[in-house]
């Protein structure tokens, strides 16, 4: 899967260890992965727009 260089790295690491493959991502739970992505404390549409972000670079993955 292409990096993700709009997450941090420990966030990276969060998601790869739980989903390890673009179609985990795919489908995943959109709330288990906001979650997730709200750790920073950086607010809801920070997490949502890199949840769409993260989705799309999974699909594009995928399609590889």
Same mark, same amino acid.
Do not use: V
């Given at each position: 899967?292409?990096?993700?260089?709009?997450?941090?790295?420990?966030?990276?690491?969060?998601? #790869?260890?739980?989903?390890?493959?673009? /179609?985990?991502?795919?489908?995943? @739970?959109?709330?288990?992965?906001?979650?997730?992505? #709200?750790?920073?404390?950086?607010?809801?549409?920070?997490?949502?727009?890199?949840?769409?972000?993260?989705? /799309?670079?999974?699909?594009?993955? @995928?399609?590889?």
């Amino acid at each position: 899967m292409e990096r993700f260089e709009y997450l941090s790295s420990e966030i990276q690491i969060e998601i #790869l260890k739980l989903y390890t493959k673009p /179609n985990d991502i795919l489908s995943a @739970n959109k709330d288990d992965l906001i979650s997730i992505l #709200l750790k920073p404390k950086k607010g809801i549409a920070y997490a949502e727009d890199k949840y769409y972000k993260l989705i /799309n670079t999974a699909k594009s993955a @995928n399609i590889i």
